[in-house]
Each structure stands twice: as C-alpha cells, then as structure tokens.
C-alpha cells in the first residue's frame, strides 16, 4: 500500500562505531530507520526522502521507501515482464487472440532492444520471439539452439520496464507497431490492435507498481481512421452470385462439394467459420418452403501452435456471443434446395458435418481461397476479375447483408440473422442504407398523401 503520511526526523547520533549516525522516519504511523558511516551520508539521504515528499510521492508501507526507489529496485526487465503478460492470458484467450499478443509484444520487444554488434538477425529475433518467447504453451519446451542463443540475447540487452516511463521511448515502439515488415503502414485496425496489447501490458506494470502510470496516455498519436464501411464495388449483385456459383460447382468434384459452402455465404450471411461447423442436425430443410439453421458455433482456422489440443482450428461459440447461444437464420427454398442435394451427394463426416476438407478436417482457407478464385476466373470478366467485386469469398456474406437491407428487411432483422449488432450494421453498410434513401422518402411521400386525401390538411 501506499501512503502520504510521512514524518522524517533529523540525524541523530549514537553509540556505534560502524555506523554511528542514524536517520528514521515515519510511514503511516511505521517507524523505519538507515545507519550510516558519517553524517554527510546521513544528511544526504535524509535531503532525498525530504525531496521526495516535496514532490508530493508516496510512500510504500512495506518498505517505507518513495514508490519511485521501490521501482528502480524492483528492476524487472520488460522482456519478462512481457513473456509473464502473455502467460497470464494465455489460458483465456482465443486461439487467434493468442497469435495476436504474441506478434505484438513480439514488435514491441524488438524495438526496445538495442541495435548494433551482437544483436541476432532480425528473421532469427522474430521467429525466436514469436513462437517461443510469447507463446506460452510452449514455455516448458527446448526451443532450438539459435532460437535459444537469440533469446538469451534478448534477456541480457531488454531495457527495464521502468525505462519505458518514457514518452520519446514509447514513441519508438508505437512507430513500429504501425508499420508491416516491409516498411510500409500496417492497416488502421491492425495497428489498433496492437497498441491494445501493448497498453495491457503496460497497465499490467502500473498495476505491479513498475510503473508509475501508463507512458502510452504521455503520447499523442493519430491513429489512422480504419476503413468501417462496405466497399459497394466488391458486393455481387444475384445474377453475379448464380454465376459464380455455378463456377464453383463447374470445377469438378470438389468444386460440386464447395457449392453449398459458398452458398451459406451468400444466402444465409454466415461466416466461413460458421460454414466450418455447420453438421445436419442444425438444420431444418423441409421439402418446400423456406427452412431454418440453428447455428450454435465457429470453427475459425488458427496455427496449431497457439490452440490447446495442437489442432489448425478452434471450435468456439458464435461471434460476440455467449456459450451455448443460438442463432436462428431462416434460408431461402434456393438454399434448402442446395443443402439437400448437397446431402444426398455427399452425407456428413463421421462428426455430422456437411464439409471437410480433401483430406478430412475442415475446409481450410486456403482450400476454398484456390476454388473461389478459379470461380471468378470463369465468370467474371477481365475487367471484373481486376475489380474488387466478390474478390474474396467473404464478400458473399457482404452481399447477402446488402440484399436483405435493400430488399426492405428491418435493421434489427437484418442484424439478428447476420449475427451482429444494429449500431455496427448502420456503420458498416451506411452506403448501402444511403441508397435506399429516395425508396424511403418515395414511401412517406405516398404516406403523407394517402393522409391529407382521407382526413384533409393537417
């Protein structure tokens, strides 16, 4: 604890010959003391608790020492602060989040360690950092020898945390923070994710005392304004989805296996990793008619090296959702019609899941990245295929979302389906809501009139 009440008396001398000068002081009511040879020293000391009170510092009841002494002592460096940062919220995180810590204290590491003879390559720095310093699962693994030698450099040259009680310092690593490997700017959302990690990592240091307050809130910065708003020219508009998927469905059998997978995209507004874990009792296909999905999880894909079981994936709850929550998503006859072909063609694995990849497992990235992309080959034209339109599968949801807003379906509708919240919805398809804007007026016009015609002027 910490406290302000703080009495210090003069120097007194005593009956010793080692020490025979002594100086003590109060701290909440505690009474702490130091010997010393002469009284110059004693008189020196007593000058800098004196000044530390001055300046208005507290003082640390455990120790009776200024916070600031008690910093300095406690020089932790910030090399183990930030590996302790990355095991405490190793066990929480997700898979993916994991990655994330790890790639920026990674960063952060990196820049505050000094350059020069001695420093390993920045390749051999990076990777010894990033998949065994911050990557807490492997913490009670050998890493390789130059994995290891470069670490041991890194122990011995990482500055102590309390050395980033600096604006100019912390200045340095956030430039870093907001650039990619190749020197150019890293992605407004990528660099706000970053400064998120390092500032819990150094709120983490305020909270251990070893730091007086958080350096980041001394920096002004300007954060680039991040990209919230859907690109129009990459939504398909029905005809372009139908031909694209009739693509897919053209490139043999795997392609007639992706159809579906796509299709949930497009129809239903789901995420590749909601695709991922779609199994056949989540779903209700009737004959005719509309049908349902009761989406309950995600399967997103992440290095094997940051899960628990040692697996490229992690089956987690639905985005911003609770564990166990449900989404319900009604689908359109076209969608029930694929997914049934798709079952009958096909089955589930032995899990129940309606898609795995060629060697068992789920679809992975890279997999259905290669068939979408051979997809607009085929049926897009050049000028298309150049343009952002549908350039990566994940659009199709953005343009499911689209076609639902347009087609007239409520905002609180439209988000329920697409699994997010209103406020985002209006944010991110704001140029899509934009355009409707003459519909809706068209509307009220037709509203007012039908008014004034039945019951007069108002």
């Not at 003069?10 to 003391?33: C, H, I, M, T």
């Not at 509309?290 to 309950?296: K, Y």
């Amino acid at each position: 604890m910490h406290s302000y009440d703080v009495r210090i008396w003069n120097v007194r001398k005593r009956s010793s010959k080692a020490a025979p000068f002594q100086l003590r002081w109060l701290v909440d009511g505690e009474e702490y003391q130091e010997k010393f040879a002469t009284k110059t020293l004693a008189d020196a000391r007593r000058a800098e608790l004196l000044t530390a009170t001055r300046k208005g510092e507290p003082f640390d009841t455990a120790t009776g020492l200024p916070v600031s002494e008690v910093r300095e002592r406690n020089r932790t460096s910030w090399y183990s602060h930030a590996r302790a940062h990355a095991a405490r919220k190793w066990p929480t995180a997700a898979a993916k989040h994991r990655a994330s810590i790890a790639e920026s204290l990674t960063i952060a590491t990196m820049a505050l360690c000094p350059d020069g003879k001695g420093r390993p390559a920045d390749d051999l720095l990076r990777r010894a950092l990033y998949q065994w310093a911050f990557n807490a699962g492997r913490h009670d693994q050998d890493p390789p020898e130059a994995e290891a030698k470069a670490l041991a450099w890194v122990a011995s040259n990482s500055p102590a945390v309390v050395e980033l009680d600096s604006a100019k310092r912390v200045r340095v690593v956030l430039e870093h923070l907001a650039t990619r490997q190749n020197g150019k700017a890293a992605a407004a959302n990528t660099f706000r994710r970053r400064r998120a990690v390092l500032s819990n990592c150094l709120r983490l240091a305020v909270e251990q005392e070893l730091l007086p307050g958080n350096p980041l809130h001394r920096v002004h910065w300007e954060t680039p304004k991040a990209v919230e708003e859907l690109d129009v020219r990459s939504v398909a508009t029905p005809a372009q989805a139908r031909e694209l998927l009739d693509a897919v469905r053209a490139q043999g059998n795997r392609g007639a296996h992706l159809v579906a997978f796509f299709a949930c995209m497009y129809y239903a507004a789901m995420r590749p990793e909601e695709v991922s874990m779609l199994s056949a009792d989540q779903c209700e296909l009737p004959a005719e008619g509309w049908g349902r999905l009761m989406l309950a999880g995600a399967r997103p894909q992440v290095g094997s090296a940051w899960t628990d079981d040692g697996k490229p994936y992690e089956e987690r709850q639905l985005k911003h959702r609770a564990r166990r929550a449900v989404r319900p998503v009604p689908i359109p006859p076209v969608l029930v019609a694929i997914l049934r072909a798709h079952l009958d063609a096909f089955g589930t694995t032995p899990e129940g899941r309606l898609f795995s990849a060629v060697r068992g497992g789920p679809v992975r990235s890279q997999e259905y990245g290669s068939v979408w992309k051979e997809a607009r080959r085929k049926a897009l034209t050049p000028a298309q295929a150049a343009s952002p339109l549908a350039a990566i599968p994940y659009d199709l949801r953005h343009a499911c979302v689209s076609f639902w807003l347009r087609s007239g379906v409520s905002l609180a509708e439209t988000a329920r389906r697409a699994g997010q919240s209103v406020a985002v919805l209006q944010r991110y398809y704001a140029k899509v809501l934009d355009g409707e804007e003459a519909r809706m007026n068209a509307l009220i016009d037709q509203g007012l009139a039908e008014q004034e015609g039945g019951s007069g002027a108002p």
